[in-house]
């Protein structure tokens, strides 16, 4: 194998990881944007997606294409119930307040799914067969191309939303400003209700996309979130687009540091990477300096 | 005549209340009589929940299902066996606090467990103090190597199934490998072991990878031993990550041979990969292929035993995990059967217990061995559609 096909096939192997990064990346940004708090519980979303779907597929026996939607639909209701027992009580909640019961919520769905599922790992069938598609000596898994295309289809939903819709643009006040939000007629309640029902879609998408090449068990959200979190931190919270390209610039790295350096630095790697764009761009790749 | 009617009742009264007193009596002394032994108490320790708990619960499952069994058959000489079990999570702590509530509270007469190398080790300096027989079903070789005189394990060597592993190459001229690792305790050890023992068997080693329990994807570990003139990989992990190296490999389009470790003694393992899995090879304890192991094999009665049993009660597949469990607790019940509750007598019987046919293999012990198994006890393994079949 030659240099140039070992650097194309680190390139893809990066870019299939960065995609599930910025996949969960993306969620938590939604959050952020119409409440300002950080979702731990996203990667627990993202793990409910993947188990949900493969209980509809495995035990129900339903086909994959019907319990991709069943279970994306299960997981915003679980998103929605969540805010509404959990977060929508409060009168007047911290920001950190409102982070802590995000972590309560983790380690619940973590459990639930524990009970529910057993601690056993499972996994879904490819999409569209596993046979690999060769470029120039590299592989390329058929999984990758429909995340990142799915990937890419939610970017696009999520920045028409944002920047064109009512709904989107008052979700978006709400980060700016709660209250002036609420002075001019927005319902910042039913805002931060929708916000965690969208992030509890995204999630569960990025879960069931994943799972045919990652594998899904109770236990897999939290270094998801992790992985995510950073993402989402590198490309400057809130910015969807910066999400994605921060996941990839996470993946490319971790790979490459696996290829050329040693596989066992791969994480630190990457670690290392985060540690320094945010120590010269505080804000992140695309991220507004006002926002830190 | 009234006089006689109540004295009559009286009478009748009288003899009513002792009827009764007779009939209590009765029943105490003859609850007596019936009154079982004093319970034989075992403790176990496993972590049944918590990040091992792959190991634990079937442990668990089959401890007290030798529970079960060996009371409905009354006992060990008459006297009830009565198991203790308590939860490690894995954490030594937690460990260290349940071995100190079994040997202080509940006053055992052994402990079974821990699941786990590194809670074993924990507990060892306290059972060692107490003088209680541990017998553990934890792998790592640090657990009876110097020997403790009261500590014990069940399962079998790392370094045996690398040595099954490098014969079986020697034999197969197959002198450069690659190996990729995980990086949990599992996983490094075996690190460890394959790499000090190549020399001995003249391998080299063309490339050292490694990979983290939750990670997605390998192929850029792959891709560089790809590069490399390796004419095996040897794949040595315990978590199911390990089955997205099988399925990376064959993605690659590699075609050597791949070697798993004994850590992928898990059907489900194989499941993942899929059709990656077939044809590779790996050393395991016998309890996985039980069907295709020769009717004349001595372990072949227990293992079929213990299979049917434990999958008709818990509607699951055994583990090899589970299987040391049943290995220790036998081994105590038949050192309580032999000597009694005297916990040095049951340390002695253990240290000489000499051809005992468990799941893991055919155990002899002795004051210098407490591991009492040796490379024998694995069988080299592959996997055909889809199942666990005896390598030939």
């Known amino acids: 194998m030659s240099l140039g096909n070992q650097l194309l096939q680190y390139l893809f192997t990066g870019i299939t990881i960065g995609s599930i990064y910025g996949m969960v990346a993306l969620g938590f940004n939604i959050i952020y944007n119409s409440t300002g708090i950080i979702n731990l519980a996203q990667g627990e979303f993202v793990m409910l997606g993947g188990m949900i779907t493969i209980f509809l597929t495995t035990v129900v026996k339903l086909p994959l294409f019907l319990s991709f939607f069943l279970s994306v639909l299960l997981v915003t209701l679980i998103g929605a119930i969540f805010e509404r027992l ?122 069931i996309i994943i799972t045919p090449i990652a594998l899904m068990d109770y236990d897999r959200g939290t270094m998801l979130a992790i992985k995510g979190f950073c993402a989402a931190v590198l490309g400057g919270l809130g910015s969807n687009a910066g999400a994605v390209i921060a996941g990839f610039l996470i993946g490319i790295t971790e790979s490459l540091g696996a290829g050329f350096i040693s596989s066992g630095y791969k994480d630190a790697i990457a670690l290392v990477v985060l540690l320094a764009v945010l120590f010269f761009r505080p804000g992140g790749i695309l991220g507004n300096k006002e926002h830190t | 005549m ?7 009742r009286i009478i009748l009264g009288i003899s009513f ?21 004093k319970p034989y108490k075992v403790g176990a320790i496993f972590a049944i929940t918590g990040a091992a708990s792959w190991l634990g619960e079937p442990e668990r499952n089959t401890v007290k299902m030798i529970e079960e ?96 592993i490098y014969e079986y190459m020697n034999k197969h001229q197959i002198s450069k490998v690659a190996i990729i690792t995980g990086t949990t305790g599992f996983g490094s050890e075996g690190r460890k072991q394959l790499k000090k023992l190549a020399p001995e068997f003249g391998i080299t080693i063309v490339a050292d990878e490694t990979y983290g329990p939750k990670d997605t994807d390998m192929t850029a570990q792959l891709t560089r031993i790809k590069a490399t003139d390796a004419q095996a990989v040897i794949n040595w992990s315990i978590v199911p990550a390990q089955a997205i190296v099988v399925k990376n490999m ?57 299979k049917e049993r434990y999958e008709s009660k818990y509607g699951e597949n055994v583990s090899t995990f589970g299987g040391h469990a049943w290995d220790a607790l036998q081994l105590v019940i038949l050192a309580l059967r032999a000597v009694g509750p005297d916990r040095e007598r049951i340390r002695v019987f253990i240290e000489n217990v000499k051809g005992f046919v468990g799941t893991g293999g055919i155990f002899y012990y002795s004051p210098e061995d407490h591991t009492g198994l040796n490379k024998e006890a694995f069988e080299m393994l592959t996997v055909k559609k889809g199942k666990f079949v005896v390598l030939k």
């Open chain 1, 86 to 207: 959990a977060i929508h009580p409060l009168k007047s909640p911290s920001v950190i307040t409102l982070i802590i019961i995000t972590i309560a919520g983790s380690i619940l769905f973590k459990g639930g799914a524990m009970f529910l599922w057993g601690k056993e790992t499972f996994t879904l069938p490819s999409f569209s067969g596993e046979k690999p598609i060769f470029v120039l000596g590299a592989i390329i898994l058929p999984q990758t191309l429909w995340i990142l295309g799915i990937m890419g289809g939610v970017v696009l939903l999520l920045i028409f939303f944002f920047s064109f819709t009512r709904a989107g643009k008052a979700m978006k006040a709400c980060a700016v400003n709660r209250r002036a939000a609420n002075l001019v007629g927005i319902n910042v309640k039913l805002m931060v209700l929708f916000s965690f029902a969208l992030s509890a879609a995204i999630g569960a998408v990025a879960g």
């Open chain 2, 250 to 306: 064959r993605q690659l389009g590699m075609t050597i041979p791949l070697f798993q470790s004994h850590g992928f003694g898990n059907i489900k393992y194989a499941e993942m990969a899929g059709e990656a899995a077939e044809g590779l090879i790996f050393p395991a304890g016998r309890l996985l292929a039980v069907d295709t192991l020769p009717e004349t094999h001595p372990q072949k009665e227990v293992l079929t035993r213990y």
């Open chain 2, 17 to 37: 209340f002792l009827l009764i007193l007779a009939r209590v009596l009765a029943s105490q002394i003859l609850a007596g009589e019936d009154k079982p032994l």
């Open chain 2, 69 to 164: 069994e060996i009371n409905a058959l009354g006992g060990i000489n008459g006297h009830p066996l009565k198991v203790i079990v308590e939860d490690t999570v894995g954490d030594e702590t937690k460990a260290v606090m349940a071995v100190k509530k079994l040997i202080e509270k509940d006053k055992v007469l052994a402990i079974v467990g821990p699941s786990r190398s590194g809670t074993t080790l924990a507990v060892i300096p306290i059972v060692e103090r107490a003088k209680i027989p541990l017998i553990s079903c934890a792998a790592a070789e640090a657990i009876v190597a110097p020997v403790k005189p009261w500590v014990f394990k069940t399962p079998q060597k790392d370094s045996d199934a690398v040595v099954k």
């Open chain 2, 2 to 8: 009234r006089k006689k009617m109540r004295r009559g």
